[in-house]
């Protein structure tokens, strides 16, 4: 009988990817055993396991057969590739055994890289949201608005909304533009039976508004709801503040002092987080009843939708056409002008597109809905969000080599029990990934902690569920692993190359010098980033303490603002009057126009009979009483304030010194001369009063022109006591007892204008965190090189302290190679910040000069920063035992 024989071309497979020395072996035994499973389970079963056998066996010589040949694996009756299941786990079951035994050094990478995570994480979700601002909104990228920019004496005034007839005109003669919309904000008193609140967040809006900006209706027909007059859209938060659980739809809201009736049309859940307005209840704009609409002056926020792929920048290009066929009589009937004059709006007056996707961060101006972001800090966030991740890799990284000393021997072991360099680098790579996995997990818990802190600071609603969606969670691995491998890169090449003779012996570690340039530059990157950031903080610091003590031109402190003093109707002066007689109260004001408020009108004005009726500029006009400069503490520079002993200053105005320089004024006598605003009305300069920053300090004061009366909406009350509460409370009776048609309501001028900078303080927050942290994280990185260059200097500290050497001598010997990486960093930095920081300061009209001591300040906290860092390790060092350090091995 014939023995059983396996598949002859299997065998030769097999020879052809096996060494000699193992194929005889382990071909033999092989053979055995299809011998044994042929009369077990038949020839045919016997064979098929013969050949998955030989491709099991030769699997790894298709992978990698260098690897094979490479290796001392004779003794190896299964070779194994250094990607397969069982070395992957092998990997990480020794690295996790590393980790427990090194329990500090992974703590305080963990630590680092934890924060480093976390603050990346954060910031992406920061810039995240700040791009995606108008995304949601379909069709969005066809989506403009129309801005207007008027130059006048070499200044571009740019404006966000333009006249009632733009949209109307441009729809109607471009054939590129599919639809238009408008927008106008609406704030007022809404009363529903005995519930009365003011409401900031209404807008009067077209019928097909809320489609375009694709905020869905709850209930309510969408393409009906805001076209009949007198109705009105609300969110679901208003809906519930005012009728409860009961359904809206038909019902009536009182809005106005005059309680004009809106009946419900429609309900939406709210405006999306990330829209560039947001309102609360939209009334329909068919309810103006605008009658005979103009070009030139400013109005509603026009929106205009584009036909695919139109060229929004070819379709801007043909507007000037419009300036010459509509805006030019327009100018040339109300400022009396000629016809040759007004040509020359065309080049002056344009209007402008603005992506929707661009109006958040690109928008920029004092009139905008909503204050918005700014590119520029999307630009230093990111920037500041991959530093921090970087330096808290490079910490991993001096760490890592930290404890290559203590390591070196591990390595040399490996090698002489078969293990290859590439094995060693997957090795130490399967530590630093597993890390950095622990890292994230502790990432997670600061991003829960501190949540609510980057909230506050950075003005946003984030809720902690949004970390735990699965797109956010891959990408959290993702950002955790090639952290990882950034980080363990170089400790796994520098630690797996290691020779097998030196590590064994002890001598790649036996004192001495040793340059590693590599430790070095990394210290002075983290160093570099840390005295970058704390001139920038400082700056910052600085610029934010300019902006609030400069002078404005107007006394801010213990000023009230009313701004709905018109709901006392008839009693306005009756209550002014008594104020008045409280001798708590220095003046008092009926104006809605006070600094700080962006409710401000303007116009076109011009002087008459001056080089062909001079130059065109805007201008801001505040309506104002005879008592409002005395209550804000202005000062007249020439002329006189109104004055109730001259009839005629109703057609008198009075003017800031920026509208003086503006009309070619400034070596002239503005006083008694005219100007002449859109209407062909005539008005005689009374006085010229200090310029006052009534918008942001960080925006040059603008021309600004006060007029008497004609605006009544508001008070502004001038106070001198100690005893504030008291006032309120007496404020508030008095306003009581006069009947008013709604709530008082009442702000702090200072509160206002310390509200103005908000962007500028959660910057400077912003900062002096990220400085707080970078300066923690390039500690640890320090600590971590210092305990590097200590282990290889013991033997040295050993000899000199036997020689005399005192332990305040050594630590200064050991702390004065640091010093000079620090002061390298200090160079490096400085002038990035200075060009950096000149960048930003560039944004403000009034700034500060970058002063020498501000990098000299943050030069010194670095320098004793790493003086105390590594001191620590040099004091150790020093009152070591030399006995301990110099013994032989």
């Excluded at 050094?105 to 949201?129: D, E, K, Q, R, T």
């Excluded at 393409?223 to 969110?235: F, G, H, M, Q, T």
């Excluded at 130059?615 to 202005?634: A, C, R, S």
Aim: with cysteine; aromatic share 12%.
């Amino acid at each position: 009988m014939n023995r059983p024989t396996p598949p002859k071309w299997a065998d030769k497979l097999l020879s052809a990817f096996l060494p000699e020395d193992l194929l005889e072996e382990l071909q033999g035994d092989m053979h055995e055993q299809f011998e044994v499973q042929a009369e077990d389970l038949g020839l045919k079963k016997a064979q098929w396991l013969y050949i998955w056998e030989v491709l099991r066996f030769c699997r790894p010589y298709f992978l990698k057969r260098r690897f094979v040949e490479q290796s001392n694996y004779a003794n190896y009756s299964h070779p194994v590739s250094i990607f397969s299941p069982i070395m992957i786990r092998n990997y990480f079951t020794i690295a996790w055994r590393n980790l427990i035994r090194n329990k500090a050094f992974s703590a305080i990478n963990i630590f680092g890289l934890s924060i480093g995570i976390s603050c990346f994480m954060l910031i992406a979700v920061f810039v995240y949201h700040e791009l995606s601002y108008d995304r949601y909104v379909n069709n969005a990228d066809q989506i403009y608005r129309v801005n207007l920019a008027v130059t006048g004496n070499g200044n571009i005034a740019l404006y966000p909304n333009v006249d009632f007839a733009v949209g109307d005109g441009i729809k109607n003669t471009f054939p590129e533009v599919k639809d238009f919309t408008r927008v106008s904000q609406a704030v007022d008193f809404v009363k529903y039976e005995n519930n009365q609140f003011k409401e900031q967040h209404m807008a009067f809006a077209e019928a097909n508004f809320i489609k375009m900006f694709s905020i869905p209706l709850l209930e309510g027909n969408i393409d009906k709801a805001l076209v009949e007059p007198n109705s009105i859209v609300i969110s679901k938060a208003m809906a519930t503040k005012y009728f409860g659980d009961h359904d809206p739809i038909g019902k009536s809201l009182q809005i106005g002092t005059q309680l004009t009736e809106y009946k419900v049309t429609g309900l939406f859940d709210k405006v999306p987080d990330n829209s560039h307005f947001h309102f609360d209840a939209f009334l329909s704009m068919s309810t103006w009843h605008v009658k005979n609409p103009t070009w030139s002056n400013l109005g509603p926020y026009t929106y205009i939708e584009l036909n695919k792929n139109t060229d929004a920048k070819k379709l801007e290009s043909k507007f000037p056409q419009l300036v010459e066929k509509y805006v030019v009589p327009e100018i040339q009937r109300d400022m009396g002008i000629s016809l040759a004059e007004a040509q020359k709006s065309v080049e002056t007056f344009r209007f402008l597109l603005q992506p929707l996707t661009k109006l958040h961060l690109y928008g920029g101006t004092k009139y905008e809905l909503e204050p918005g972001g700014d590119i520029q800090y999307i630009y230093i966030f990111s920037a500041l969000a991959v530093f921090i991740l970087l330096l808290a890799c490079v910490n991993f990284t001096n760490l890592s080599t930290a404890q290559s000393a203590k390591r070196s021997k591990e390595v040399g072991i490996r090698k002489v029990l078969g293990s290859i360099k590439k094995q060693l680098i997957l090795q130490f790579l399967a530590e630093s990934v597993l890390l950095t996995s622990f890292a994230m997990l502790f990432a997670y818990l600061l991003i829960f902690l501190f949540l609510p802190y980057f909230n506050q600071l950075a003005n946003k609603n984030v809720s902690f569920l949004f970390f735990l969606d699965y797109k956010v969670i891959a990408s959290l691995f993702l950002v955790s692993f090639v952290s990882g491998i950034i980080a363990g890169i170089y400790p796994a090449f520098f630690l797996s190359s290691f020779g097998i003779i030196k590590t064994l012996k002890g001598m790649l570690f036996t004192g001495g010098k040793q340059k590693k340039p590599l430790q070095s530059s990394l210290i002075v990157f983290q160093f570099s980033v840390s005295t970058l950031l704390i001139i920038a903080t400082i700056v910052v610091y600085q610029q934010l303490q300019h902006m609030q003590n400069k002078k404005l031109g107007y006394d801010k402190d213990q000023v009230i603002f009313m701004p709905d003093s018109r709901v006392l109707g008839g009693n306005q002066l009756a209550f002014q009057e008594q104020l008045k007689r409280d001798n708590r109260v220095v003046s008092a004001s009926i104006s809605r126009m006070v600094p700080g408020n962006s409710n401000l009108n303007g116009t076109q004005i011009h002087p008459v009979n001056e080089n062909g009726n001079g130059v065109e500029i805007h201008i801001d006009i505040f309506n104002i009483d005879y008592d409002y400069i005395n209550t804000l503490g202005m000062k007249i520079k020439q002329g006189r304030a109104f004055s109730k002993e001259f009839s005629t200053d109703s057609s008198g105005v009075i003017i800031n010194e920026s509208a003086v320089r503006e009309l070619g004024w400034a070596n002239k006598n503005p006083i008694g001369r005219s100007i002449v605003r859109s209407g062909q009305q005539e008005y005689k300069v009374l006085g010229v009063v200090q310029d006052f920053n009534y918008t942001s300090v960080k925006q040059k004061v603008a021309p600004a022109m006060m007029m008497l009366g004609r605006n009544y909406g508001g008070m502004v009350i001038k106070i001198n006591t100690t005893d504030i509460e008291g006032f309120m409370i007496d404020l508030k009776k008095q306003w009581d007892s006069f009947n008013p048609a709604g709530p008082m309501e009442y702000y702090f001028l200072d509160e206002k204008f310390a509200a103005l900078y908000d962007s500028e303080q959660r910057t400077q927050k912003i900062f002096s965190a990220f400085a707080f942290l970078a300066i923690i994280i390039a500690s640890l990185g320090l600590f971590a090189l210092s305990t590097f260059m200590m282990e290889q200097r013991k033997k040295e500290v050993g000899i000199r302290k036997v020689l005399g050497a005192s332990v305040s001598g050594i630590v200064q010997l050991l702390v004065k190679d640091f010093l000079i990486l620090v002061i390298i960093s200090i160079l490096i930095a400085s002038p990035l910040a200075w060009y950096a920081m000149n960048q930003w300061l560039e944004d403000f009209a009034y700034k500060i000069d970058l002063q020498w001591w501000m990098f000299a300040l943050a030069g010194i906290l670095a320098i004793v920063i790493a003086i105390l860092t590594v001191s620590f390790q040099g004091i150790k060092a020093a009152l070591m035992n030399p006995v301990k350090s110099l013994k032989s091995e």
